[in-house]
């Protein structure tokens, strides 16, 4: 990297070198990319989904390929939060990196059970994905009621230790008026957009392609969902924002940033092309060589 140009960027007082960091779930908890990323150049490992408990996850088949993009019903499956703590912290830490874990859930106690067990370990900030289907209210995401975003932040908050991102859900109908609810609740920050819930049916089999029938959808499909939702949401609160949502290359990356995103995360792209990090790190510096830009700070939410 040019010695004149400064992508550092702070994020409720942790200062990640570069704004990319990977999306939950696309990564595993670092060491599967190990082999194809060289990790020191990561601004952050973001990690997948840890539980307090071991999560088995859905049914197979889980996966599907769709037109631009991927469905997924894996179900946040993971071994649970002592063996992330006991394996997985120990290999990130080995790289110049800053761990983001995030926090899953199927009902508050199980939140603040994982975030409580991760207070004393060494990771930098905790990502709490409010997506997951609240069992005790029938299975409704706590992501898409402005009254449980706003509470499960504020109890979340009491015990993190860590700054906390909340990752807020697309599929609601007023992603700002969620994203107002986790400010009010003491969030650090927030991630956006998770997937948006989508759908293939077999028309020969004539069934459900995948065993849970509804999936999440991600990948370059939704890019245009996810900058107007990072947009709206930059623009009505003042907290620092993850973009992410099909970003496959800088460019995508550069378009997050300018509608308001302080740092961007890679995900499906990892899947079909694990260097993509790596692009869109280096495409970022090019563009701001390009551009005449000394700070990437200049560049966070330019297009108002």
């Known amino acids: 990297m040019s010695n004149d140009l400064n992508m550092k960027v702070n994020i409720a007082g942790v200062e990640f070198k570069n704004p990319v960091t990977v999306a939950s779930g696309t990564f595993g908890s670092g060491e599967e990319y190990g082999e194809f990323v060289d990790l020191n150049n990561l601004g952050a490992v973001t990690t997948k989904g840890v539980a307090s ?39 990130l830490r080995q790289f110049d990196t800053k761990i983001i874990v995030n926090v899953c859930g199927h009902t508050e106690e199980e939140y603040l059970d994982c975030v409580k ?8 900030m905790l990502e709490i994905n409010i997506s997951c289907p609240n069992v005790k209210e029938g299975g409704i995401a706590f992501g898409t ?10 109890k979340v908050k009491e015990v993190a230790k860590q700054p906390v991102i909340m990752k807020l859900s697309p599929n609601v109908t007023d992603i700002v008026e969620m994203a ?52 709206q949401v930059a623009n009505a609160v003042d907290l620092p924002i993850i973009g992410m949502g099909g970003i496959q290359n800088a460019d995508d990356a550069i378009e997050m ?28 510096e090019d563009y701001m060589i390009k551009h005449n ?3 990437i700070k200049d560049l966070v939410g330019k297009v108002k």
């Open 53 to 91: 408990t071991p999560w088995e996850g859905n049914d197979t088949p889980r996966v599907a390929e769709t037109y631009g993009g991927m469905l997924n019903a894996v179900g946040l499956q993971n071994p649970g939060v002592d063996v992330f703590a006991k394996r997985d912290i120990p290999f």
């Open 257 to 284: 940033i300018l509608a308001g995103a302080t740092m961007v995360s890679v995900g499906t792209a990892n899947f079909y092309n694990p260097n993509a990090t790596m692009e869109v790190v280096k495409g970022i």
């Open 293 to 295: 830009v000394s700070d």
């Open 145 to 154: 009621d402005p009254k449980a975003v706003e509470e499960i932040t504020r």
């Open 180 to 231: 107002k609810a986790a400010e009010r609740g003491g969030a650090d920050a927030l991630s956006l957009i998770n997937t948006i819930t989508g759908m293939k049916i077999d028309i020969e089999k004539q069934d459900f392609v995948l065993a849970n029938k509804t999936g999440g959808l991600s990948g370059p499909a939704i890019h245009p969902v996810a900058v107007r939702m990072v947009y």
């Open 117 to 124: 067990r991760l207070a004393d370990e060494d990771v930098d």
